[in-house]
């Protein structure tokens, strides 16, 4: 299993992952695909993102990728916290292909994305996930993610907020 970085490489294994997705937004949302959008121009506004166009906080995407050349997650990496990502989006999203969960991959993945984190010297990660992701919230408490108090959207959503303390 390694992570490796969206290229060209990947645009038939990307399409074919996207369309087994469960919903109707890839998570994390930077792997979404439009039909009307070419993969090559997909990976350059991927990379303008990643710089922090629109005045997004950095960040960084990899896939997760089997033993056969599958990918089986995907993983966004924020350099840092905004408002926004302090509340609800926390410093990782990640999520992994419906045929290939319950098989341990998305804690992998997350302690994988932890020692990117590490590299980028934040030693508090914030990963939250709603309320009712029992899944996401055992992936987080497995990886040392410490509660803490919940942020209710306008909307009513619950998001739960996890601190993952890297010494
Ligand atoms: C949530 C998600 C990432 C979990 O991925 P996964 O690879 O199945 O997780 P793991 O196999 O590493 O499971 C870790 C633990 O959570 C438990 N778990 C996973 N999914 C679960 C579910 N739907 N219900 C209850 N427990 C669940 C596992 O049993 C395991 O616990 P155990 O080791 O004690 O048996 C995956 O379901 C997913 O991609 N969901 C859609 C996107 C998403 O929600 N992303 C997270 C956003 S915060």
């Known amino acids: 299993?390694?992570?490796?970085r969206?290229?060209?490489?990947?645009?038939?294994?990307?399409?074919?992952?996207?369309?087994?997705?469960?919903?109707?937004r890839m998570t994390p949302s930077s792997f979404h695909l439009q039909a009307d959008i070419p993969y090559e121009v997909y990976l350059e506004e991927m990379?303008?993102?990643?710089?922090?166009?629109?005045n997004r906080m950095l960040n960084t995407n990899y896939?997760?990728?089997?033993?056969?050349?599958?990918?089986?997650?995907?993983?966004n990496i924020r350099h840092g916290l905004n408002d926004s990502l302090r509340q609800i989006g926390g410093h990782i999203g990640y999520g992994i292909r419906p045929a290939e969960r319950r098989k341990g991959y998305a804690t992998y993945l997350l302690s994988e994305a932890?020692?990117?984190t590490d590299?980028?010297?934040i030693r508090s990660v914030l990963v939250t996930c709603n309320a009712d992701n029992v899944g996401s919230a055992a992936v987080i408490i497995k990886n040392g993610g410490v509660?803490?108090?919940s942020f209710t959207e306008p909307h009513g959503n619950v998001v739960r907020r996890f601190w993952i303390e890297r010494g």
Request: proline letters at 2%; zero cysteines.
């Open 1 to 4: 299993m390694r992570l490796e």
């Open 6 to 24: 969206p290229s060209l490489k990947w645009k038939t294994e990307h399409i074919t992952y996207m369309n087994e997705w469960d919903d109707d």
């Open 47 to 54: 990379a303008a993102k990643e710089a922090g166009l629109d």
């Open 63 to 75: 896939f997760l990728i089997d033993d056969n050349e599958r990918i089986v997650g995907m993983v």
């Open 114 to 116: 932890l020692k990117k």
């Open 119 to 121: 590299l980028l010297g």
């Open 147 to 149: 509660e803490d108090e």
